[in-house]
């Protein structure tokens, strides 16, 4: 299994890693594909690609009470850490999302990772109440999360045939000024290892 290459990165680094990640959901409500999501700036021919094969995000997903975000326990502060380290990380993680779901009915979460032509991070996306998620990324010090606010069908301009993008925000936790507004779209696998589930 390959290590993460985060190499202890600078703010501006970590930004633009960020900004230009690609996203994958597993075992979203309402699907059991996984469910792959692209910068819309890199999505030239997913456009088409989703046009043709209809992707949408799931109607259950989209109806979740709570707004989704995404994060993880991996690469504290973005230093590098072993895949040891990371796996009990997120596995610790994990509990506090199974006891924080179990406390509401409304709150979700689901497994995910972000991921670029040569590294993959696992994490989480969790539909919960902002200041629960700020309080478990401060726990696991991250410098961010991500928040996707999914475009409905009425917000789509007659230029979409399908309700396939989202804004997805870099809202800062414990690194400041790395805010970043990226639109993503949903998207075929792109044709990286990294894109794999099992990478």
Request: some cysteine.
């Amino acid at each position: 299994k390959q290590e993460n290459k985060n190499l202890n990165m600078d703010v501006v680094e970590l930004s633009e890693r960020w900004a230009s990640s690609y996203d994958c959901w597993i075992d979203a409500p309402g699907t059991e594909e996984p469910v792959y999501a692209c910068p819309y700036q890199s999505a030239a021919n997913d456009t088409q690609n989703a046009k043709e094969s209809e992707l949408t995000w799931p109607d259950a997903t989209r109806n979740l009470l709570f707004p989704l975000f995404g994060f993880t326990a991996s690469n504290p502060l973005g230093n590098e850490k072993s895949s040891f380290e990371n796996e009990n990380a997120n596995k610790a993680l994990k509990k506090d999302l199974q006891l924080l779901s179990s406390s509401s009915e409304h709150v979700a979460w689901w497994n995910s990772f972000a991921f670029g032509p040569s590294w993959q991070e696992k994490g989480f996306i969790i539909s919960a109440e902002r200041s629960e998620v700020a309080r478990l990324a401060k726990k696991y010090n991250q410098g961010a999360i991500y928040e996707f606010i999914l475009d409905s069908k009425e917000d789509l301009s007659s230029s979409f045939a399908v309700a396939a993008t989202a804004l997805r925000k870099t809202i800062p936790v414990l690194i400041p000024d790395v805010e970043a507004d990226i639109r993503i779209i949903r998207c075929q696998r792109p044709p990286f290892a990294s894109s794999d589930p099992k990478f």
